[in-house]
């Protein structure tokens, strides 16, 4: 029965600090790096199930797409596993009821007071909470008091944050992150060639990922701002011509799309993507003559 099972697989767990033997553990690969931060927001993969049955009652796996989680907003016991994982773990975590959905259930796939186990892989953190921290610190101190470092790497952050949003199709909220790493640092100063270096490198990533959200929108006019910010900072940048010929595709302005694209493959003669592009770009000026 289910309380035999559960006695089964808490035999070869650790309990979780702070659950009081709520949440118990155990892992089946190791990861890598810290734990995962408070506030952090986390992408996970995971199949749950109420133990004694077979089949998961969730399962990222069989969705076919990874969750991404903000710690503190989830499920009690859930939350409180992956806030002991480090990136690239995997572990199982068996969650008494309290930590669970409780005496209430989740109908119609979880009954009340049920025990439930998760297998749980943590792919990757974004820590939010001290982006967040170190972002008030930049505003609220002037440029000259926090280093170029701290404001790349709270960018990077927001970069991170953003691509999940990417992938997962929500292009708006995604432009909005990039946004808020750009305007942290087109207001940094730097101190030499170096820091110079680490800010535009990640400035370009940023611009460029504007673009292509603005490109995924249809926003052929503002794609093709980003792209000259771009190439403002690296008239060599192969990814930014690309771009700036899809934008130019969305507008109709089929022959600037076809120039953009040749420089694109000029610069990088073996890419598919832009070959690809620039087929599409013709095919679609020959449906207009039509």
């Known amino acids: 029965d289910a309380v035999s ?9 650790t309990p979780v600090d702070g659950t009081n033997g709520g949440v118990k553990k155990k892992i089946l690969r190791e990861g890598v790096g810290g734990i995962v931060p408070e ?8 199949n749950g199930y109420v133990v004694g049955e077979a089949e998961p009652f969730d399962s990222t796996w069989l969705r076919g797409s990874k969750q991404e989680i903000k710690l503190g907003h989830g499920l009690l016991g859930f939350d409180a596993g992956v806030a002991t994982m480090r990136k690239s773990e995997t572990s199982q975590f068996l969650l008494q009821p309290d ?16 025990t439930l186990l998760f297998e749980i892989e943590l792919v990757s953190f974004v820590n939010a909470a001290a982006a967040e921290a170190d972002e008030e610190a930049f505003a609220g101190s002037g440029h000259g008091s926090v280093r170029l470092a701290q404001l790349v790497d709270v960018a990077m952050s927001e970069r991170r944050a953003g691509n999940d949003c990417f992938y997962r199709g929500d292009f708006g909220q ?8 750009i305007g942290l640092l087109e207001k940094a100063s730097m101190k030499d060639e170096a820091e110079e270096k680490l800010w535009r490198e990640e400035l370009i990533k ?3 990922n504007v673009a292509m959200c603005c490109i995924k929108k249809r926003l052929g006019p503002k794609a093709i701002t980003f792209c000259n910010k771009v190439r403002d900072l690296d008239r060599s940048n192969a990814k930014a011509y690309y771009c700036h010929g899809q934008a130019c595709r969305i507008l109709g302005e089929f022959d600037k799309a076809i120039r953009m694209c040749l420089e694109a493959a000029k610069l990088k ?16 000026k020959a449906e207009m003559k039509e």
């Open 5 to 13: 099972s559960a006695e089964r697989i808490a035999a070869g767990m």
């Open 39 to 46: 506030g952090a927001t986390v992408k996970v993969q995971y």
């Open 99 to 114: 930590w669970g959905f409780g005496a209430l259930g989740c109908p119609p796939r979880v009954p009340g007071s049920a």
């Open 174 to 181: 995604a432009m909005a992150k990039y946004q808020k790493g």
């Open 206 to 208: 940023l611009y460029l």
């Open 269 to 284: 003669p073996n890419s598919e993507e832009v070959r690809a592009e620039l087929r599409l770009i013709n095919k679609k």
